[in-house]
């Protein structure tokens, strides 16, 4: 019966090495998801600078007309 008992504890904790595993692969992906939506954001916000920047460049230059 021991080696029964020591053979089911091995699956368990194979079974509980392979959950954390998992668990950290998907928390590593979410992160990286995470990471380019702050990228695409600041993309966005980068944009909207430079588009606010262009516009003022715009009416300076139409005042100096």
């Known amino acids: ?3 029964i008992e ?6 368990g904790n194979i079974a509980a090495m392979l959950d954390s ?3 950290a692969l998907t928390s590593s992906f979410r992160a990286i998801l995470g990471v ?3 990228f695409g954001r600041l ?3 980068f944009a ?3 588009q606010t920047f262009a516009i003022f460049r715009g ?3 139409i005042y100096k007309k």
Do not use: D, H, K, Y
Request: charged share 5%.
């Open 43 to 45: 993309r966005g916000v």
């Open 48 to 50: 909207q600078f430079w």
């Open 6 to 11: 020591s053979l089911v504890s091995a699956f």
């Open 1 to 3: 019966f021991q080696s």
């Open 36 to 38: 380019a939506s702050n």
């Open 21 to 23: 595993t998992f668990f």
């Open 59 to 61: 009416l300076t230059w």
